[in-house]
DNA sequence: TAAAAATACTCCATAGGTATTTTAT
DNA sequence: ATAAAATACCTATGGAGTATTTTTA
């Protein structure tokens, strides 16, 4: 008999591609996940890894197996939520991925409004890339993530929260914020300061300055929008601001010039993602309610 | 942590609507079965079921969890036969369903035939209507099934075997069977014998003479092609016989006539049917093979 | 009062841990 | 020689069975 736990650890070790740091990920001791291996490969008759060929692979059964137990893992944790969806909306826990341009800026108001509004719901949460965020949204270690949507990915199922139009962000004295009728086409590429590569800004930005040649700009490493806008304001260029990152500090900052684009404006759209079909749809759903609402 | 065995029992609970019935179909003792039903809804944090009131109901949340359930004890077969397909083609076990229009006359011949070439293939066999086994399939109970194709049903994926025609047995003597350019619709009503209401065959033969009113058909129950043959030999009327039927003691009977239809011939597709995406596919079209080989 | 499910209690299978050995680079 | 996985052995959890009680229609 197939049991949940021989597929747990076998999605662990499918990972991992080693026993031992698989027998970590789930919390059980080296030999305890090889018993559990080795009694899977039993029911089914076959070897589901090579095992002592330096490095750890899979057999043509153990990626099939592994695809389908990664599957039926997600559509237990599916069931797990069910019991969640049906409790008073936006109790419990709940882990939360947000994207590094939007954190800063969105959860020191998010959080007041949350803990107010829904005392009883326990929100972790994790700053990442939306690669990385996206990836652990569906492999179950996240619950929702704020994204830029669409993200075109038919795992995933989302709701627009708000738009966020993006400002041209310019020293005070620079002429490139002199006119009022300034369209991206104005922005000059070697003057252009981005976040680092993997970083969805980064993209939109460029995508919007679509004639900007990415191998004009100058390489800037910068992993907030901080630091970038510090560069701004310095004199070393200009950047494209989200205009949910614009705070009292900035729109003071008398260093910093902000243009709104002419129409049509550039912008991204933020909004909540969650893995298809979960049925905490309803909580996510009210979520993206909390987002628009304190934005 | 929810285990496959609490899915298993509430599955068998959801179905018996019982619990000393759900313990009975899954094996196990009816405190055992209740203990795991608690545990699952301990874990979930919600009742599954409305205990004594009478009749046993599934909660909202009971019915959700069923149907999830259903789905991952089906995903957990899938992997189960990952290793039988990976084994040679036909071994190991197979519950094979066919249709009782079918089953007396393909299984002599489809047998030996499978017993000779894969002599490593348990074959359990069932013989009842085209709903019962569909859903016999859908549940886990059977592998594959003989029936008429298509089915329409997108939870099933099929192989067309063989084309079986339908011919016209009436009476030695009748004048029915005097002409050679028959049609169906020469049928007439009130002579057509035909299977007992939810065999495929009877609808079928209604759709194939489709002007005629069933109100108007005399009813009889009979369950096997036999029964109905021995009455057309009796001079009680006439029937659509599948050409599969036809053996030498049929074609020898005096009291019989058969005569086969002018073009376009009607008829109907046997064909393999099994649960959409199995691993053992393979299988089942070699199974396909050997019946379209036998026929 | 009769049927159905829950509880009580005992037993045993099995998952897990630690220590150790085997195996493969 | 070293890292990784398997084996040995012990412990403890928990699932199952039987007997019995509680519940409700």
Redesign the interface.
Known sequence: ?????Q?RYFDALARARHFGRAADSVGVSQPALSMQIRELEA????SLVERGSGQLHLT??GG??AE??K??LS??R???E???A??APLTGQMRLGVIPSVAPYLLPHLFPLLSERYPDLRLSLREAITEDIVNELKDGALDAIVISVPSDDPALEEADAVRDAFLLAAPADSEAAGGERITPADVAADSLLLLADGHCLRDQALSVCHMIDPKRLRSFGATSLTTILAMVAAGQGVTLLPELAVDEAVRRDPRLRLVRFADPQPGRTLGVAWRRGS?RAGDYRALRDAIAEVV
């Open positions: 008999m197939i049991t949940i736990r597929l029911t089914l008759g076959g043509a059964l099939e197996v389908r137990a599957s039926i559509d237990l599916g069931v797990e069910l019991a969640a049906r409790a049925p």
